[in-house]
């Protein structure tokens, strides 16, 4: 092998007749007589060389016989393109290198698909040859983007005081509200470690440790069912702090966010809106409201009740959006958006439609009850040239189906700036949900979380009411981070287990090693957790987690690449203690 002198990458104009020796890939081959070019890449770029017979001194047929992907090293001489040839797209444009030597260092067999677009193979192919892809340059540009993520992260972090702790992947179940993928131990027949949905308890310890400040990037495991672009091991960004309160967290944590965005992608953020659950919900019906357009949602219960119309009246709640589109919506889009809401996953009963003409008149599916004046006082002044959908029922349904149908709207119409990031902070979640199935409370971030000074006293009394010093960092419609100011107190962390339903015997044998630390002199603490992969793929303006992951699962949480889960053998098994059925 020639040692590389340059990256594919590296030569410019500044390099003109310098012999030099680079290594890298067959691109492209293109053949043109006496001359053939072929484009040898590495992950720093293109560079092009000539194999030119009048010049080149060896089997010049051999050349006619590279194909993609094979392995080079090769050594000649840098030159100018001609003029025609020059490709301003590559920074290597300018120039090319004319081959005087080359060593075939592997021959690659015929691709299982073609590496110029990802669109042309289907997806479990690509990934069952992932290094393939990540040779491409949409994969490359992803992972590298995702480095930088990590370096913004940890310079950020060390240079305020955090410290970089690792914390047991063979450890305990904790109650973050998934399953555990567990592990049998060998040693300790019929006991089994959980790997971590995260390190929760740990950093909470680690706070009582005195660390002051820790953070890790690290992997947690969730056995959740699968969901498109769920992955069972992902990535968090995970800190925690002492003596702080929630303003002191979301101001140092905003700051990581847009110091990321800067070093990764240099787009500078404005600072993060702040609003409340409550808002998010009633103005957007969703508790990771999309603020990269309007479309607001009203309450207009009031204004509906009173004219005869049963399915109004009866209703808790009534709520609308108006949308105003340079096209007016169609009685076509209007049918279909019916059917949409009516869908089982959205569950709407109907959907209510007011169309308010540009000449100030309106049709609506609801005439019969109500007049103009009565629809003006529901969809308000400005709406002219608009439709506006109402849903009701019951509140939280009403809101969370005309969010749906909110997003699905701006999605259809065009109304969404793809190039925009809209970052905010929900605060004040509620601390416990009640589940009507299982008859009891859970917590809504998880039972460490703590509820607001003002709600500790009507705690026992009121558990729905209680509000959580919780926040989630949400940006174009995802949940980015969340986390939360903790329980540092043994007393109020019991109260919190025996209203989660915990008898004192399940809490000591689940938490009885926190609950000691409590003992020993825990300070108040709080803290947050970054979801690394949808950070790097919100950034990067995607949806997909996993074109951000090196080696992902595929949708049904399978690596196609390693065949994972696999079987193990009977001995494996024996020695474990595990029978299957
Ligand atoms: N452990 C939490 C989570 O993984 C985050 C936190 O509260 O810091 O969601």
Redesign the pocket.
């Known amino acids: 092998m020639f040692k590389r002198s340059h990256t594919c990458g590296d030569l410019r104009k500044s390099n003109l007749n310098q012999k030099i020796q680079l290594n890298g890939w067959v691109n492209t081959v293109r053949l043109h007589g006496q001359v053939i070019f072929v484009d040898l890449r590495d992950r720093y770029g293109i560079t092009q060389i000539v194999f030119d017979a009048d010049i080149y001194r060896g089997d010049f047929e051999s050349i006619k016989k590279l194909s993609m992907e094979d392995v080079l090293s090769i050594e000649g001489v840098v030159r100018h393109r001609d003029k025609s040839a020059v490709n301003p797209n590559i920074e290597t444009g300018e120039i090319e290198v004319v081959i005087a030597d080359y060593i075939m260092l592997n021959k690659a067999a015929p691709l299982p698909f073609v590496l110029n677009n990802r669109n042309n193979s289907e997806e479990d192919l690509r990934l069952k040859y992932r290094y393939l892809e990540l040779r491409m340059e949409e994969l490359k540009h992803n992972i590298l983007i995702r480095h930088k993520a990590y370096q913004a992260t940890r310079s950020y972090l060390s240079n305020k005081n955090f410290v970089e702790v690792e914390t047991p992947v063979l450890m305990k179940s904790?109650p973050?509200g998934a399953r555990d993928y567990l592990v049998p131990s060998r040693v300790h027949k019929g006991k089994f470690y959980a790997l971590p949905?995260?390190?929760?308890t740990f950093?909470q310890l680690l706070m009582v440790g005195g660390m002051d400040k820790y953070y890790q990037i690290v992997k947690?495991f969730r056995d959740e069912d699968l969901r498109s672009d769920r992955q069972p091991e992902f990535t968090?960004i995970?800190?925690?702090m002492s003596f702080v309160g929630q303003d002191d967290v979301l101001m140092l944590f905003e700051n990581l966010v847009k110091n990321t965005f800067k070093k990764c992608i240099n787009v500078t953020l404005e600072d993060f809106p702040k609003i409340t659950y409550q808002e998010a919900i009633e103005t957007y019906g969703s508790d990771k409201p999309d603020t990269r357009f309007e479309m607001k949602i009203f309450d207009c219960s009031e204004s509906c009740k009173g004219k005869g119309f049963k399915i109004l009246d009866d209703s808790e709640y009534v709520c609308g959006i108006t949308v105003n589109t340079s096209e007016p919506i169609t009685r076509k889009q209007i049918d279909q958006y019916t059917d949409w809401v009516k869908q089982p996953q959205i569950g709407a009963k109907g959907l209510i439609w007011i169309k308010h003409n540009n000449d100030g008149s309106f049709k609506s599916s609801i005439d019969k009850f109500y007049n103009h004046d009565d629809l003006l006082k529901i969809v308000g002044n400005f709406s002219e040239d608009s439709t506006t959908f109402l849903i009701s029922g019951n509140k939280m349904k009403s809101l969370t189906q005309l969010g749906q149908l909110r997003l699905k709207i701006a999605d259809d119409l065009g109304m969404i700036d793809e190039k925009k990031f809209c970052p905010l902070w929900v605060n004040d979640f509620p601390l416990f949900e009640f589940d009507e199935d299982e008859n009891k409370y859970h917590s809504i971030?998880?039972p460490?979380?703590s509820p607001k000074d003002k709600n500790i006293d009507t705690i026992e009394k009121e558990p729905s009411g209680v509000v959580a010093d919780?926040y989630d960092l949400v940006i174009n419609g995802n949940e980015i981070?969340?986390?939360?100011i903790?329980i540092h107190n043994r007393d109020l962390q019991n109260q919190i287990f025996s209203i989660l339903g915990f008898t004192p015997k399940e809490a000591k044998d689940q938490f009885g090693f926190l609950m000691s630390a409590f003992e020993y002199g825990a300070p108040p603490h709080?803290?947050?957790?970054f979801g690394l992969d949808r950070l790097v793929a919100v950034m990067n303006g995607d949806n997909s987690i996993r074109d951000y992951i090196a080696f992902p699962k595929n949708n049904s949480g399978r690596d196609v690449m390693i065949d994972s889960p696999s079987q193990i053998d009977n001995n494996q098994l024996d020695e474990l203690n595990i029978k299957l059925k």
Not at 481 to 484: A, E, L, P, T
Not at 526 to 529: D, M, V
């Open positions: 904790t973050e949905q995260s390190p929760q950093k947690c968090q995970d800190c925690e971030h998880h460490f979380t919780a981070g969340g986390g939360s903790r709080g803290g947050i957790a």
